[in-house]
């Protein structure tokens, strides 16, 4: 009854603001996520290999976050993190059992309330229409790309499907503004891309490991064959290639469409994937930089900053409040996160933002332009804490802890986690709760997946 009631109230502030104002052309837009990502593995970021040559080009008619963080390491609390602009622990999905509350406003619903088509589509077990995901879409599309065999999950080809099926939508919302969200799975261990990707970055290797069977495969591990590891990023970075040939396909059909200039794209990911950087593979497992920072790629109506750079902190939480403010809508309740584009490069100190992330309320993390704590939570009356803290100027790299000779930077960062999880129990409550039941054909899935026991 009190989402119905805000639902009525937020079209009917619209209705009013409308008055007298004349036709507006509404801009369509497009949220990509493209799965277990990395920022540093991406051309318009600094990397080496051409992985990205459609991205890239995107970059360049864009406003560009160099400094961009996800609110966790893995698919599912990130996700609903984007779709409500709320951190993981404010929105309380941060387990395999947990599902977004119905109460909860999205941002589709937004665009929904406000004459927008609204579709996804998407491809990874862990956006399934069960956690929540399905709120405010007219279409939610988690069944053209299916898995019930972990086989069929990390060594499945998906990017042709989801591609497919994104034009046929396309087609169907033709002549109305439209909200559409894409996910990308392929670059999602396990790393098998198909040919000429799979031989695109190490054309000359000879040896025998592969990218199949990523995580449980004991041929890849911490301090194994640096030549051998060296291939393995290798098959990451040609599924990176192989997703963004189809981000370009994409591209071309909204510019033949004539969509493209009116059409607001923010691409991203949900995390990245670490490869024994800190001594783990893959991801679930910290919140360091590899698998927290992630691209955030606004490309504005009529490119508009197009080419601007921007290194102020910024995050994931932030995509729903700025899909809004340019499409001219009402603000998203409970918002995390804020407008990206009323920042500017020369923000003063006293501004600066942080950012929160979590995994499975064990480790917690707390982010500045200038400093992160991580936290190695204990639950239990005292909620102890083992810390570490890094430098992020002077070692963006997060090799040495300093959280021994910075104390006063420990105390600060540490009180303000505490007093953030504090106020995101908080914002749980008032959300009340989901009607998620997980049925068993969820569970089958989900364990044969390897995501729970």
Not at 253 to 272: A, C, M, P, Q, V
Not at 416 to 426: C, F, K, P, T, Y
Request: some cysteine.
């Amino acid at each position: 009854m009190r989402k119905t009631l805000l639902k009525f109230l937020v079209t009917a502030a619209v209705a009013v603001l409308a008055v007298g104002c004349g036709p507006v052309e509404k801009p369509n837009v497009i949220l990509i996520s493209i799965d277990s990502l990395r920022a540093d593995h991406v051309g318009a970021y600094g990397y080496s290999r051409a992985t990205s040559p459609h991205i890239d080009a995107l970059a360049e008619e864009s406003v560009v976050f160099e400094n961009a963080v996800s609110t966790t390491s893995w698919t599912l609390p990130a996700h609903i993190s984007m779709l409500t602009s709320r951190f993981s622990e404010a929105h309380g999905v941060t387990g395999a059992g947990d599902s977004l509350a119905d109460s909860a406003i999205t941002l589709p619903e937004i665009f929904q309330e406000n004459g927008y088509a609204t579709a996804a589509v998407v491809s990874g077990p862990f956006l399934n229409r069960r956690f929540g995901f399905s709120q405010g879409f007219d279409v939610y599309d988690d069944e053209t790309v299916s898995f019930a065999e972990i086989n069929d999950s990390h060594q499945g080809v998906t990017s042709p499907l989801t591609h497919r099926r994104a034009l046929e939508i396309l087609k169907d919302v033709a002549g109305r503004p439209f909200f559409l969200f894409l996910h990308y799975w392929d670059v999602h261990y396990d790393y098998a891309p198909p040919p000429p990707y799979d031989e695109m970055f190490d054309p000359d290797y000879s040896g025998s490991v592969s990218g199949d069977d990523f995580i449980r495969n004991d041929e890849i591990h911490r301090g194994m064959n640096s030549r051998d590891l060296e291939h393995v990023v290798a098959l990451y970075d040609g599924e990176i290639a192989f997703t963004d040939f189809y981000l370009g396909e994409l591209f071309a059909e909204l510019k033949r469409l004539e969509l493209w200039d009116n059409t607001l794209i923010i691409l991203t990911s949900d995390h990245g994937d670490e490869f024994f950087e800190h001594g783990n593979k893959g991801h679930r497992n910290t919140l360091y930089g590899e698998l927290l920072n992630v691209p955030l790629i606004v490309k504005l109506p009529q490119q508009r900053r197009g080419g601007e750079r921007l290194g102020n902190l910024a995050g994931v939480v932030d995509i729903a409040p700025t899909m809004l403010e340019v499409a001219g809508l009402p603000p998203l309740a409970g918002a995390n996160g804020e407008d990206l584009l009323a920042r500017t490069s020369d923000s003063d100190e006293s501004s600066e933002r942080v950012y929160f992330a979590d995994v499975d309320l064990r480790v917690k993390s707390v982010v500045s332009e200038s400093s992160k704590l991580i936290a190695h939570w204990r639950r239990g009356p005292d909620e102890e804490m083992r810390v570490e803290l890094y430098n992020m100027i002077r070692d963006p790299g997060e090799q040495l802890d300093v959280s021994t000779k910075e104390v006063a930077q420990v105390v600060r960062l540490r009180r303000a986690l505490q007093a953030w999880v504090r106020s995101a129990r908080e914002q749980v409550k008032h959300l009340g709760e989901s009607g998620f039941e997980q049925d068993p054909e969820l569970v089958r899935t989900l364990r044969s997946l390897g995501y729970i026991q």
